[in-house]
């Protein structure tokens, strides 16, 4: 615990998870943040990088954590899980949207009676990393349809930000920008 500083664990977590062929790097790290004797910030390090874990399967068994039940992170940390697979890659990215609209009802039940924020953060975490201008208007009628009440104006925020982002990866994308990007590298 103290041979590795606190600001690299999530680091070396993510590049360890990352290469593991089997999932016993994965088991461990979710063992040792059960623990009641593991200092919080280790606790939020491997929340943060069980994203990175290349198995479909266990990147669910990380979103399903934020959930509540069996090996549940706590309440105040239910948003590390979702964020680690969201930003992980556009793969993770993608799972989390779906599981988000999947798990939408449940996770409104685990999150009932705490800050609506908390919900806001998961919200933004699952729709914000999906980089595609079809995505914006996606989460905009999904919430049309079930708004998240003290919300509306943070999922503006996150559609407004998903279709700035989206243009920007577009532009970077496109033959003509390269010789504009390589000036400014310079």
Known sequence: SKVL????????????????????????????????????????????????????????????SALGGRGAVRLQDVMYPVVSVASADPEGAMLTWAWFLRKRSALERRLRGAN??????????????????????????????????GLGRSIAQTVEAIRTEASFVERLGSPDSLPHLLEALA
């Open 5 to 64: 500083p606190d600001d690299l664990k999530a680091s070396v977590f993510k590049i360890v998870l990352a290469n593991a062929k089997k999932s016993g790097a994965y088991r461990r790290l979710r063992r040792h943040a059960r623990r009641a004797d593991t200092p919080q910030a280790v606790r939020l390090s491997i929340y943060s990088s069980l994203g990175a874990s290349a198995s479909t399967n266990l990147r669910l068994q990380t979103l399903n």
């Open 116 to 149: 609506v924020r908390l919900f806001g953060a998961v919200i933004q975490a699952s729709a914000g990393q999906v980089l595609k201008a079809s995505h914006a208007s996606e989460v905009e009628e999904a919430f049309a349809l079930q708004p998240a009440p």
